[in-house]
Nanobody
C-alpha cells in the first residue's frame, strides 16, 4: 500500500519554472518505479517522465525532453519534477504514480498507485 501526495503546482508565465514534489507514504519506497503524468481538459492522461528504482534509468516524452528533469530522494520518500522553459501547452493537472514492476512504465495501466494531482497553469 502506497499513498502519494503532490505539491508545487501553480500559475507561471511562459518561460518560467516550477518544481513539483510527490511525497510517498508506505514501506519500501525505493522498490517502486515512479512516474509523472499530466492530463489537460478534454485530453487523455499522458506520461511525462518516469524514473526507475535506479536513478540512472529515466524516460521523457519528446515534448518535454531537455526542459524537464525527474529525480528522486529515497531518504525523503520523494520524487521531483523540475520543469523549466514552460510553455502554455504544458498546462494540465500533473499526477504522480508508483509501480512495482522492474522496468520503466510508460502507460497509465502500468502503474498501481496514484496521487490526487496538482494544477499547473502556464500563461502567455
Amino acid at each position: 500500500q502506497v499513498q502519494l501526495v503532490e505539491s508545487g503546482g501553480g500559475l507561471v508565465q511562459a518561460g518560467g519554472s516550477l518544481r513539483l514534489s510527490c511525497v510517498a507514504s508506505g514501506r519500501s519506497f525505493s522498490s517502486y518505479g515512479m512516474g509523472w503524468f499530466r492530463q489537460a481538459p478534454g485530453k487523455e492522461r499522458e506520461v511525462v517522465a518516469a524514473i526507475g528504482r535506479s536513478v540512472s534509468t529515466t524516460f521523457y516524452v519528446d515534448s518535454v525532453k531537455g526542459r524537464f528533469t525527474i529525480s528522486r530522494d529515497n531518504a525523503k520518500n520523494t520524487v521531483y519534477l523540475q520543469m523549466n522553459s514552460l510553455k502554455p501547452e504544458d498546462t494540465a493537472v500533473y499526477y504522480c504514480a508508483a509501480r512495482s514492476g522492474v522496468w520503466l512504465g510508460r502507460l497509465v495501466k502500468d502503474y498501481d498507485y496514484w496521487g490526487q494531482g496538482t494544477q499547473v497553469t502556464i500563461s502567455s
